[in-house]
């Protein structure tokens, strides 16, 4: 999911906010409608039901962490560093996140959140000290420093922090069961092999008391560079999206037990990869808004494949080379005739749907297919059609859509994973909301600039800097949807921001 990005930034623009984003977006729609070609159909920008952003001060640290819309406000928690309840810092790389229960605790509401850490290899004593650990050996020379964190916010208020998941690497997203649990994914795009024998590239269960995680993988949900997964709570089939540059499947894992529970996934099922009816090797990664198409499932018969070369495909996917490097699991499925996509990230489940984003679909200035600034796609999962419902004709509409989240009330909330996005309000990352119409509009925009007297006034221990161009990325709501929470990938941040979510589509 993250990645380096060193675009000049430039300082916030003066004047009249509201007056500003008015003629802004005005301009922005006729610009969009111009490049637009017969051929190719995009989403426009637009003003979007909450209105135009401006900085909010922090309701935890008084800094102007983000920007949002008049009437919200928000509460910063668990800082890359702030101590946990087992004295351990809190570990970096926040990434995908959810609620995975509810409770009542006297007369109060609490609710336990679990947050993937996508960190790769280390020092020893930087590892996650969490009750599931997985591999205490070292890959190429280094410990296993990913894993996961449980957060309780209780009443409006943010209460604790504990691991639980670790010696794992690049937790990059994952996603909640309906028997509440989260599953963390290992974005694992080579062979290699821990001095203890065990290879990674797999998903993790992680339960809401830190003890009962037991830190085993679910092999038989496949081994890639997994991003995210969705879970269908009426078949309990569990959708799968891969993040590997133009060498990415779609896929599913039909367990053997499907009704769930805890530890259900691992006892068995079967794992499966997306294939266009009618069109094999259907590739996706340039579309149009509105294209759609009828998907069929075939089974994979190694999910635990190493990964491999594009020289061993029967035929080279758009966009790749011989010596691409791809999984095992995409070379049995483009074998088999299965679909392309360019890289598979956020996936969200809501009201018999399914929502994909990939985040590269389009092309970029040298006319390079599976290197645009990304799409959405919704499944029906009851008829298996596949619609493209949001396509970025440029940065300004959607800069690489990754993490997404459907609120209980249908509303789509896009995490940017495209660095730094200039636009009427400066530089920085964004969360954009979608129109029914698959028009886009800006709902948060990241402005942490830190300095070392504000951090040392906050009581924090990051580097200073100006973190804007760090990706936004575990949006998730609370079930009665009043409380959305997200994160700031760098230097690691954790929101829980409230506002008046009736005003608009969320």
Known sequence: MSQSHDSQRRKLLQGSSALM????????????????????QYSNLVMGPYGPLAPVNDLSTGLPLLMLPEGFSYKSFGWTGDLMANGQPTPGSHDGMAVI??????????????????????????????????????????????????????????????????????????????????????????????????????????????????????????????EAVAVDPVSGIVYETEDARNVSALYRYVPRFPNGGV??????GRLQAARVVGRPNA???????????????????????????????????????????????????????????????????????????DTSVGVD???????????????????????????????????NPDNITISPRGGVFLCEDGGNSPDNYGTGSRVFGLMANGDAYYFAKNNVVLSAGQIAAAGKTVAAGDYQ????????????????????????????????WARGNQ
């Open 101 to 226: 229960q509810t409770r009542r605790v006297g007369r109060g509401t609490e609710m336990v959140l679990v947050r993937n850490h996508e960190r790769g290899t280390g020092a020893f004593a930087n590892r996650i000290q969490a009750p599931g650990y997985y591999d205490d050996g070292t890959v190429d020379g280094a410990t296993a420093l990913g894993g996961t964190t449980n957060l309780i916010f209780r009443d409006g208020n943010w209460i604790s922090a504990v691991p639980s998941l670790g010696g794992t690497v690049v937790n990059c997203a994952g996603g909640l069961t309906p028997w509440g649990t989260w599953l963390s994914c290992e974005e694992v795009n080579t062979n290699a092999v821990s001095t203890t024998g065990k290879r990674h590239g797999y998903v993790f269960e992680v339960t809401a008391d830190p003890q009962q995680t037991t830190g085993r993988p679910i092999v038989g949900m496949g081994r890639f560079a997994h």
């Open 365 to 399: 200035s040298s006319n390079r297919p599976g290197r645009g600034d990304g799409a959405v796609w919704e499944l029906d999962t009851a008829t298996m059609k596949m619609k493209a419902i949001y396509v970025s004709s440029g940065q300004l509409v959607g800069n």
């Open 263 to 268: 530890g259900s996934l691992a006892l068995g």
């Open 469 to 500: 161009g760090s990706e936004f990325c575990g949006a998730c709501w609370d079930p009665a949807g009043r409380v959305l929470f997200v994160n700031i990938q760098t230097p690691g941040i954790t929101f829980a921001i409230t506002g008046p």
């Open 283 to 357: 590739s996706l990664i340039v579309a149009s808004l509105g294209d759609e198409v009828q998907l069929e499932w075939v089974d994979i018969a190694q999910p635990d494949a190493d990964i491999t070369t594009a020289g061993t495909l029967t035929s080279l996917p758009p966009g790749t080379t011989a010596t691409t490097g791809c999984s095992g699991t995409f070379a049995q499925a483009w074998n088999a005739g299965c679909l392309q996509m360019s890289r598979g990230e956020g996936i969200w489940y809501h009201a018999g749907k399914v929502y994909i984003a």
């Open 21 to 40: 984003a008015a003629g802004f977006f005005t301009t922005l729609q006729g610009l969009q409608m111009r490049q637009a070609h017969a051929a190719t």
